[in-house]
């Protein structure tokens, strides 16, 4: 059974920082494109960062030049370093994690942890 788990989420004040981890089980996570996705209320759920099993990075670019995705294979962690967070950073941010096509029962996500950024 894949597990996906968040932690790391919490309120901060804008242009503070977090970092957050997602904890992979059940996964040959060396061979997973993993991603980290966020949600608003009322929002569609956006892409915000990814890092490929090869190590391959991209950012969208709300998040460009203040975020930073890596892994540790070895933990089979993903990491989210958030920095210079504003309010239009709060939302729920999910882990993503694929072996196989999107949508397939192989594409994996966790429940969520929330970013709150405000004074």
């Known amino acids: 059974q894949v597990q996906l788990v968040e932690s790391g989420g919490g309120l901060v004040q804008p242009g503070g920082s977090l970092r957050l981890s997602c904890a992979a089980s059940?996964?040959?996570?060396?061979?997973?494109?993993t991603a980290w996705y966020r949600q608003a209320p009322g929002n569609q759920r956006e892409w915000v960062a990814m890092?490929?099993?090869?190590?391959?990075?991209s950012y969208s670019d709300s998040v460009k030049g203040r975020f930073t995705i890596s892994r540790d294979n070895a933990n089979n962690t993903v990491y989210l370093q958030m920095n210079n967070l504003k309010p239009e950073d709060t939302a729920v941010y999910l882990c993503?994690?694929?072996?196989?096509?999107?949508?397939?029962?192989?594409?994996?996500w966790g429940q969520g942890t929330q970013v709150t950024v405000s004074s």
């Open positions: 993503n994690a694929r072996t196989g096509p999107r949508d397939s029962e192989d594409d994996y």
């Open positions: 890092i490929l099993s090869r190590g391959v990075k």
């Open positions: 059940g996964i040959i996570f060396s061979r997973a494109d």
